[in-house]
């Protein structure tokens, strides 16, 4: 082992050290720069996006199932801390899956904003209302709220940042795959990635 990871290693653990004194593994403790530097599944992220395979006729950016990411490393309460971290940082987001078991989707939020542009570029000139709400919920929604759920009091009051909204323009949304219906509560959705159950299903059959 080189000097220079001991003292990474070394680095990190003065720091997990001094944030456990300082509260009890508070993440709001780590700033972006503790992120980027002593985050081992930031590394494990890295690695996994770029493994992601190709499916044949579906378009859509690389994602992490958190479960792998658990398989991967050791410590899930580390994993825990760190993940919520990026999340915290909009280097990530975290996706609840509709697949039956408890089990998440990790996409960079880069990658995400890019799935969204693409779906903003399918619209036709003549389509301006389409674009706009794409773009409403790209700029006010995904920017500022970072939970993998959203009640729909909540969605249409930031959606309305850009302009006024209709029961359409939802509707719109959750048919384009940005968003999922709670069976629970038919009040709160969940975001989501379009396409990304067909994709679940090739990897599923590998």
């Not at 709400?133 to 009640?151: A, N, Q, Y």
């Not at 940042?161 to 069976?183: T, V």
Request: hydrophobic residues 35%; glycine residues 6%; charged residues 30%.
């Amino acid at each position: 082992m080189s000097s220079s990871s001991e003292s990474s290693k070394a680095k990190k653990r003065r720091r997990e050290a001094e944030i456990e004194d300082d509260g009890g593994g508070n993440t709001e403790n780590f700033s972006l720069e503790d992120c980027l530097t002593f985050n081992d599944t930031l590394a494990a992220l890295h690695m996994m996006r770029a493994q992601f395979p190709t499916i044949d006729k579906v378009s859509i950016q690389p994602f992490i199932l958190q479960s792998q990411l658990y398989s991967s490393l050791k410590d899930r309460t580390e994993v825990d801390r760190e993940l919520e971290c990026l999340k915290r940082e909009k280097v990530v987001r975290v996706f609840k899956l509709n697949t039956g078991q408890d089990d998440h989707a990790i996409m960079f939020l880069d990658d995400y904003l890019k799935q969204i542009d693409r779906l903003i570029s399918r619209f036709e000139e003549g389509m301006k209302r389409g674009k706009e709400i794409f773009l409403w919920f790209k700029t006010h929604v995904i920017d500022c709220k970072l939970e993998p759920s959203i009640g729909h009091q909540e969605l249409c009051t930031l959606l309305s940042l850009g302009g006024k909204i209709k029961d359409e323009d939802i509707s719109l949304l959750m048919n384009a795959g940005l968003l999922n219906r709670q069976l629970i509560d038919p009040n709160v959705y969940w975001f989501a990635i379009p396409s990304i159950g067909s994709v679940l299903k090739g990897i599923s059959q590998e």
